[in-house]
């Protein structure tokens, strides 16, 4: 594993130029998405080391009974479009630090990078250890979930596929870790500065063109700082250089696809007809590519499909509250738990935000950060998946029991001939 990080590195402009290429992303923040894969199976390298079970209490003295973490076997790695490097590695490294096999699927739209990194792992792994299919999601992606020889399905998509393919698990009787889609909040409070604020969930809103599934895809900010904190989120958002991901000075890239940026645009429009306004962006570009401006919509309520359904676009839209009650009740009205963002000086309304949001991560004052040292997932409609940190190895293992009475002694319930 520490080989495979090292060639990693070694191939870093050829695997950033891959990922521009198939995700649109600029070419800056794809290298430093490959350093964190590079980074990644370092990690699991060393927790590989130390990473074990535990020796549990016995019945009797002579006994030992030892609870072993072990492999599943084969795990099939379905992986999604947005970010088909890093979310690969999320899942390859610690399932091969438990000493799992995979075999990996990427989204017939994204099979640039894989291809890559699957010459790096055949040179150093041994054969059959990591390997690679191409096709649909229909039929090589449902193929490899309900083949008898996969004992384990790592998953990272809509909620809506997600569904489908636990339920498929579960007919097979085996284990799912899935990590599905958001609708990620972030509560504005008044007591921190609205204009640095905004950059915060403008940067969460329109990273990667939106086609995060942590982005910021609902804004709720005080009502005492909201014209301010509207007024500078516009600014920034009209500031926002999109263009040629190649271009060292292009903040945004295109999105994906035609078919993904209509979606979007749809969902702007419709909400428009409920009687929204768009105050900034809402359009695409005229040049060849799948551009569309920064979108700030203000004037929103939760009867919106852009209130309550995955985005997925560059789309911020911005809701006033009155109360704390009121910016926790409406982060908490919906059916997602990836995550949520809170901006705000108080400690009180931190513990309140990681008590009551029911989501994966609660980021404060720092949104959309991914930290390699601790678990990333969600819960209910986004999934059960843990990935990163020790947990991640916990994801890839399941518990044995090893019951061991060093000598052959007869015990006094056993049947005995007379």
């Not at 695997?15 to 649109?24: I, M, N, Q, V």
Request: proline share 6%; aromatic share 8%.
């Amino acid at each position: 594993m520490r080989a495979i990080a090292d060639s990693i590195e070694a191939s870093r402009d050829r695997l950033a130029d891959a990922l521009t290429y198939e995700t649109g992303r600029p070419l800056a923040r794809n290298h430093l998405y490959v350093d964190m894969a590079r980074d990644i199976f370092r990690q699991y390298a060393e927790l590989a080391r130390v990473f074990g079970g535990r020796v549990a209490p016995s019945n009797d003295p002579g006994q030992l009974s030892l609870v072993l973490r072990s492999p599943y076997g084969v795990v099939g790695c379905l992986i999604p479009w947005n970010y088909p490097l890093l979310l690969l590695v999320f899942k390859v490294a610690p399932a091969l630090a438990a000493g799992n096999t995979v075999v990996i699927k990427p989204a017939s739209e994204t099979p640039l990078s894989l291809q890559v990194l699957a010459e790096i792992l055949a040179e150093h792994l041994p054969p059959g250890v990591a390997n690679t299919v191409m096709g649909s999601g229909r039929v090589v992606g449902e193929g490899l979930v309900t083949d008898p020889r996969v004992d384990m399905v790592a998953f990272t998509g809509s909620t809506e596929v997600g569904k489908r393919l636990a339920g498929l698990c579960a007919e097979a009787v085996k284990p799912s870790h899935l990590e599905l889609g958001g609708k990620d909040p972030a509560i504005v409070f008044d007591d921190v500065d609205p204009s640095r604020a905004a950059e915060g969930v403008v940067w969460a809103s329109f990273l990667n063109a939106g086609q995060v599934c942590t982005s910021t895809e609902r804004v709720y900010v005080h009502r005492s700082r909201y014209d301010e904190f509207v007024a500078h989120a516009v600014k920034l958002a009209d500031s926002i250089r999109v263009g040629d991901p190649f271009d060292e000075s292009t903040q945004v890239g295109p999105m994906r696809s035609e078919k993904r940026r209509r979606g979007v645009i749809e969902m702007v429009e419709r909400a428009i007809q409920q009687g929204a306004e768009v105050v900034a962006g809402g359009n695409t570009i005229d040049r060849p590519g799948f551009f569309m401006r920064p979108t700030v919509v203000t004037g929103v309520d939760h009867g919106m499909d852009l209130m309550k359904d995955e985005t997925f676009g560059p789309v911020m839209p911005v809701m006033a509250f009155d109360d704390d009650d009121m910016a926790f009740e409406l982060a908490a009205d919906t059916p997602y738990g990836l995550g949520a963002s809170v901006y705000t000086a108080s400690p009180a309304r931190v513990e309140r935000a990681y008590r009551e949001l029911r989501v994966g991560t609660v980021w404060v004052n720092d949104p959309v950060v991914d930290n390699l040292a601790a678990p990333f997932g969600g819960v209910r409609a986004s999934g059960d998946a843990r990935e990163l940190g020790v947990e991640a190895l916990d994801s890839f293992t399941t518990q044995r029991h090893v019951h061991w009475n060093l000598e052959l002694v007869p015990k006094p319930w056993w049947f005995r001939e007379e």
